[in-house]
């Protein structure tokens, strides 16, 4: 592709203007956006048609984030969305931390090669968690030879310039760091909701649970500067923004590795202070990590949202310490008291993992004892996933399937009564809702959260999008309610 000698706009290049690529990022990626935007210009004179994209996205919030930032950049370079895999450009996002999640990807993969057959132009990019493993990448070399682009969680900030390699390149482009001690942002960014964005904090693990790949997929912790945290927000809150979600593997952790160590605590109550902003949600947090004055910080705050995701995994003393956890039992009760004292009316949801490598009928009836005390709102139940590399991989204790499958639905049994007897408690009360949708079977309705993340649903027209209006919860129907706004 000829580039050489061309001056690139000057509006898709942050106000600068290069001649050739510089070296500097986010500015180099800007460049190939530039050059890419005028190769799919002439393309699309071509065929007279637009060119399209779509992200599959699996797995988590990082994930969703971090195709975001992918789609940015594809609608910097020319291309428009599409909801159909039948697209010139399919990028899937993977996820990796149970097995299930990658033969999914597997199994679509064969699909997508079916519709590259119809359209040999398409290109296909494959990247996250998955690809950070090397036998992945060797599966997919092998039986998957029609894949264009592979790249991993440590640059998806490079796909333009992958995409500018791969316009020559008769071959699968391979791009897939180990580690990386950077962090690259300012990078365009599509949201999906004009009111409402996540913003990373913080990238990587270094907790090592025993069961987990994510700090093997996704590196060492690094914190984000705080300014540059609090500049992403502010720019936000100015485009319309009024609920952010601060993402981070273990955000109780963050600010450790800056320069000038800062506490999570801190962090929050300085973004707390941004004019415009109305609510902030934050995930994941690690108990062992959860301060009292994060705590404070929470209580004190007219913003931060009444619900706190905080994953159990076990009840078990026994299995948290094979884990790798770092608490126990009873410190994590000890916790949810302090919470529950502290901020009377917060929603507590968790994650739990069943049947991890030597799990007794003992430790689970642990577990199930911590559920019914703490009364969680909600619970992700997960079965126990052997993720070769992990230390809980090779222990030899691993628990019967059927046993696994039984102490699972005992425990989906348990919430359900749990959620049962706590379905009407907001029932009669006032809360304010963040309208998020206009009700999809009924468009009388608009259908919202409340600070603790309950759904609502409410006579509302389309321009309440974005606002929080105040609701009279008329209604409880189990996981949600109906209501009538007061204004
Ligand atoms: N098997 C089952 N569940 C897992 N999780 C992480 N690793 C595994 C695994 N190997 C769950 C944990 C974590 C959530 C994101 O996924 O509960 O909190
Ligand atoms: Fe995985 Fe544990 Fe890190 Fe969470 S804290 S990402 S469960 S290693």
């Known amino acids: 592709m000829e580039i050489q000698n061309e001056i690139i706009n000057k509006d898709v290049t942050h106000d600068r203007v290069f001649i050739e690529a510089p070296d500097k990022e986010p500015y180099r990626q800007y460049y190939f956006m530039a050059v890419l935007n005028k190769h799919v210009k002439k393309i699309i004179k071509e065929i007279d048609r637009p060119l399209t994209y779509s992200i599959q996205t699996f797995g ?13 950049i594809l609608e910097k370079i020319g291309y428009v969305p599409v909801d159909s895999e039948e697209a010139d450009f399919v990028i899937y996002n993977t996820c990796t931390v149970r097995e299930n999640a990658n033969l999914k990807v597997y199994g679509r993969l064969g699909y997508l090669g079916k519709l590259k057959e119809k359209n040999p132009n398409m290109i296909i990019a494959i990247c996250g968690c998955m690809m950070q493993e090397p036998t992945v990448v060797e599966k997919i070399k092998k039986s998957y030879p029609f894949v264009d682009i592979i790249f991993g969680t440590h640059n998806i900030f490079k796909l333009a310039e992958l995409m500018y390699i791969k316009v020559d390149a008769d071959r699968m ?3 897939v760091w180990k580690e990386t001690d950077k ?10 909701y004009s009111f409402k964005a996540s913003v990373n904090i913080m990238y990587g693990c270094n907790n090592f ?7 093997y997929v996704r590196g060492r912790e690094r914190s984000r500067d705080p300014k540059d945290i609090i500049a992403e927000i502010k720019s936000l809150v100015a485009d319309g923004v009024v609920e952010i979600t601060l993402l981070g593997q273990n955000v109780n ?14 962090l ?3 973004i707390d202070k941004i004019e415009g902003l109305e609510r902030i949600r934050f995930m994941t947090s690690h108990p062992k990590d959860l301060s009292d004055e994060l705590i404070e910080a ?7 949202c009444r619900h706190l995701h905080l994953p159990l995994q076990s009840g078990s003393s026994r299995l948290l310490k094979i884990m790798n956890r770092k608490y126990t039992k009873e410190d994590y009760l000890t916790l949810v008291d302090k919470i529950y004292t502290a901020i009377p009316d917060i929603s507590l949801t968790t994650d739990i993992i069943v049947g991890f490598p030597g799990e007794t009928e003992e430790d689970f009836m642990e577990t199930l004892d911590v559920v019914k005390k ?3 709102d909600s619970s992700f139940t997960f079965q126990y996933s052997k993720r070769t590399g992990t230390a809980a991989a090779t222990m030899e204790n691993q628990v019967d399937p059927e046993i696994v499958q039984d102490r699972f639905n005992r425990l989906l049994d348990l919430m359900k009564e749990i959620s049962a007897k706590n379905a009407n408690k907001l029932e009669g009360t006032i809360g304010d809702v963040l309208v998020e949708d206009v009700n999809k079977q009924d468009p009388s309705l608009v259908t919202g959260r409340l600070s603790n993340n309950t759904l609502v649903h409410f006579p509302g027209k389309a321009s309440d999008i974005g606002k929080i209006i105040p609701v009279k919860l008329t209604e409880s129907k189990g996981f949600y309610y109906f209501g009538q706004p007061l204004v």
């Open 60 to 72: 988590c919030q990082m994930n969703a984030k971090d195709s975001e930032k992918l789609a940015g």
């Open 253 to 266: 952790s963050y600010g450790k590795t800056l320069e000038e160590p800062m506490s999570f605590a801190e």
């Open 374 to 376: 703490v009364e969680f």
């Open 183 to 192: 962090i690259v942002e300012e990078l365009p960014s599509e949201r999906k």
């Open 298 to 304: 929470m209580r004190i705050s007219k913003k931060v």
């Open 209 to 215: 649970c025993s069961y987990c790949i994510v700090p």
């Open 268 to 270: 929050l109550l300085e």
């Open 173 to 175: 482009i391979i791009d």
